[in-house]
């Protein structure tokens, strides 16, 4: 089982029949949910995004907008995304043994962080690609581990970590009250309206000073990512590919176990919409914003039972509904890029409409479901005409160092 063929003396991608069907529309529902997390974080600064009631015209209805966004998908689609990432490191490495796939991985890793590297400096600070490529070299050292190593391991810095992030929170809720005010700005969840009106000024200005200020943003952003999320990210990694080794995530498993896992996940989406409830009743209290136990511990479970739901729909006979979410997984880098530039073009002064700090929830609901139908309806349209998306394409030519063919009626 594997994401590269091999011929004599030559790697290749796997060719499209070979491919692992419960991967892609997982993944496919992964790309089109991250988007739903990362919406706000192109519209408004940070602030606002750890307070959502900062933004203008917030009412009920942009309450309920964000606890759909913050119950249902926050956390949920990125841990779905690195677990899933997880599974690639060894389906394009192979065991630890074979040297060529390795350095093919070598190779595809560090392309990735390229591209990490141009879109978070150039297009948005929020770039996960580059995160991915730095946990990847980890992962290049544990891919040949068993199934149960790999979840345990995976588990127990998980929640080791969890642990620590919680704690943390909590040892800050006994600081004086000046001293945890002073926290909240640090962590920017607490904005003056001239701090606010600063920040969007920041974003609304030129192409040039957009441009420099969204560099100063990633740049600041970079050193955190790589102390605090690489950790995590890789126990995230770990548990995924433990997952598809014991056959989980390949969709191998008996079909009740998938089943305990949609119920597992309906009941940890029940304690989590408790959770965001509270918190949005508070006024998003700084130390019960940061802390949700729940959520902090509980997501991954609901991220497996989003998958489990998606291979009982494959194994039992509904593939058919599935297949335009099929084709957005087979082409995630492409879409995942493709809404950044969507994004940014809405949001941006100077190289885009300029609506930074203008749109909020639910109305951000809308946008979002008009990029979800795109990008379900241009994906199928390009795989069937070609055999990868563009990005991929790219990124695999450079990874195996050739062009490869593209069009679906093209020599391999």
């Known amino acids: 089982m594997s994401d590269v063929q091999t011929t004599p003396g030559l790697l290749s991608p796997v060719a499209r029949a070979d491919r692992i069907l419960s991967l892609d529309v997982v993944r496919g529902l992964a790309v089109l949910g991250i988007l739903a997390v990362n919406a706000m974080t192109f519209f408004w600064p940070h602030g606002v995004n750890a307070?959502?009631?900062l933004q203008l015209g917030w009412d009920a209805d942009a309450a309920f907008g964000w606890l759909i966004h913050d119950v249902f998908f926050r956390d949920k689609?990125?841990?779905?995304?690195?677990?899933?990432?997880?599974v690639s490191i060894f389906l394009v490495g192979g065991e630890r043994s074979?040297?060529?796939?390795?350095g093919l991985l070598r190779s595809r890793l560090f392309w990735l962080g390229v591209f990490g590297v141009v879109h978070g400096a150039a297009f948005w600070f929020g770039d996960i690609l580059l995160l991915y490529a730095l946990t990847g070299f980890l992962m290049l050292l544990v891919r040949s581990w068993s199934a149960r190593t790999l979840l345990s391991v995976g588990t127990i810095l998980y929640l080791v970590l969890s642990g620590l992030y919680v704690a943390m929170i909590f040892g800050m809720s006994q600081m004086p009250a000046d001293q945890l005010q002073e926290a909240a700005r640090e962590q920017g969840a607490a904005l003056t309206p001239e701090q606010l009106s600063a920040a969007?000024?920041?974003m609304t200005g030129d192409a040039w000073s957009v441009t420099m200020h969204?560099?100063?943003?990633?740049?600041?952003?970079v050193p955190f990512v790589a102390v605090a999320m690489i950790p995590v990210t890789a126990s995230l990694m770990m548990i995924g590919l433990g997952l598809f080794k014991d056959g989980f995530l390949a969709g191998r498993a008996p079909a009740w176990s998938y089943l305990i896992s949609a119920a597992v996940a309906a009941g940890c989406l029940y304690?989590?919409?408790g959770e965001s409830t509270a918190i949005e009743a508070s006024g998003f209290d700084f130390i019960q914003?940061?802390?949700r136990p729940y959520a902090t511990f509980l997501v991954p479970l609901v991220s497996l039972g989003y998958a489990s739901v998606l291979i009982l729909m494959v194994r039992f006979g509904l593939k058919i509904l599935l297949l335009p979410l099929i084709s957005v997984g087979r082409m995630a880098f492409t879409n995942y890029l493709t809404q950044t530039l969507i994004m940014t073009t809405l949001a941006y002064g100077g190289r885009g409409l300029g609506w930074y700090g203008q749109i909020?929830?639910?109305?951000?609901?809308?946008?979002?479901?008009?990029?979800w139908i795109l990008q379900l309806v241009w994906s199928p349209m390009w795989l069937t005409f070609f055999r990868m998306g563009p990005i991929e394409w790219i990124w695999r030519s450079l990874t195996y160092g050739r062009r490869l063919p593209l069009r679906r009626d093209a020599a391999a």
Do not use: E
């Open 77 to 86: 689609m990125r841990t779905l995304f690195s677990m899933l990432f997880g």
């Open 271 to 273: 304690l989590i919409w």
């Open 360 to 371: 909020g929830w639910p109305d951000m609901w809308g946008i979002i479901i008009v990029v």
């Open 200 to 202: 969007i000024n920041a």
């Open 51 to 53: 307070n959502p009631s």
């Open 98 to 102: 074979d040297r060529a796939r390795g």
């Open 214 to 221: 969204q560099f100063q943003t990633w740049a600041s952003v």
């Open 289 to 291: 914003a940061a802390m």
